[in-house]
């Protein structure tokens, strides 16, 4: 016996059903769960490292911050929907 399903027609049926359910999770949410919003922000930082030889390792020098804390681009219901808006 073969599966002949298409990998990507696969992957877009369950895109599909996935964002079906959110969108009937965020339309009537369940009223006995605990909804508090969470927010995901990422700020980068550019690592400096110096070599030690004695310990033949590279050791963290310092750390800066290269971008600004911003708000968030991604935000969930801590209930386990994901992506609200």
Not at 4 to 29: C, F, H, Y
Request: glycine content about 8%.
């Amino acid at each position: 016996m073969t599966d002949e399903r298409d990998p990507g027609k696969t992957l877009e049926d369950w895109k599909a059903e996935m964002q079906a359910e959110r969108e009937t999770q965020i339309a009537g949410p369940n009223p006995d769960e605990d909804h508090r919003i969470e927010g995901v922000v990422q700020s980068s930082y550019r690592v400096y490292f110096t070599y030690e030889p004695e310990a033949d390792a590279l050791e963290r020098d310092r750390r800066e911050q290269v971008d600004d804390f911003g708000d968030p681009e991604l935000l969930a219901c801590v209930c386990g929907v994901r992506g609200v808006s």
